[in-house]
């Protein structure tokens, strides 16, 4: 259990590294430059969006090798939308506030201008979307490992422990009890921090307390 929560949670935090990663860079772009390369940026979200993200990584496992980081760099690849949408959001609301007009006429370049003075303050939804993702991609692994796509034996991780513990359940419960509890209470943890983070950070909310 101990060593199959080092590789659940590891990759969650890898997977969304991927995910947060690829989605701050586009959707900073989007937001930032408009015209064509958020037109470009928003045909591919969309394309994203449109196909079944767990059915996409199953077909992809099926033609890899069964890894743990195939596992992590998969579903980091394929969660990246939510979080370039949410950049992008912020991106086009921070751009014609008067501290980047400022930036703008000191003469600083573009990727100072993103990186160092906008992104900063654009960040807040991502903490949100980030801690939603890190239960998200626990499950993920979890479904893919019990259905035979995930790590390998005897690699334990949650998933692997509920799959191999199917057989067992009439007279060893406690095999399955434990896994299935482990994942339900850590996707419920990451969950409750995110609706707080939601909380704390609506401006609306702060506002009524």
């Known amino acids: 259990m101990i060593w199959g929560a080092r590789l659940s949670l590891s990759v969650g935090f890898v997977a969304v590294g991927i995910a947060v990663f690829i989605g ?27 196909i079944p993200t767990f059915f996409l990584i199953i077909t992809v496992m099926a033609f890899l090798p069964p890894s743990i980081w195939t596992i992590m760099v998969v579903i980091g690849l394929t969660s ?17 506030l008067e501290y980047v007009l400022s930036a703008k006429v000191l003469g600083f370049s573009n990727v100072r201008t993103m990186f160092r003075h906008i992104l900063p303050n654009a960040l807040g939804p991502v903490y949100v979307s980030a801690t939603f993702g890190l239960a998200g991609a626990i499950l993920m692994e979890s479904g893919l490992s019990f259905l035979g796509f995930g790590v390998p034996p005897p690699t334990p991780s949650w998933g692997e422990l509920l799959k191999q513990s199917q057989g067992y359940v009439d007279f060893a419960w406690w095999l399955v009890l434990f896994p299935g509890l482990a994942i339900f209470i850590t996707v419920t943890a990451f969950n409750l921090v995110g609706e707080g983070l939601r909380d704390a950070m609506d401006p609306r909310l702060r506002g009524t307390q």
């Open 80 to 96: 990246w939308p939510g979080v370039a949408r949410l950049v992008r959001g912020e991106f086009l609301r921070q751009r014609e």
């Open 24 to 50: 701050v860079i586009l959707g900073s772009l989007a937001g930032f430059f408009g015209s064509w390369v958020d037109s470009a940026v928003l045909r591919l979200i969309e394309l994203m969006l449109v």
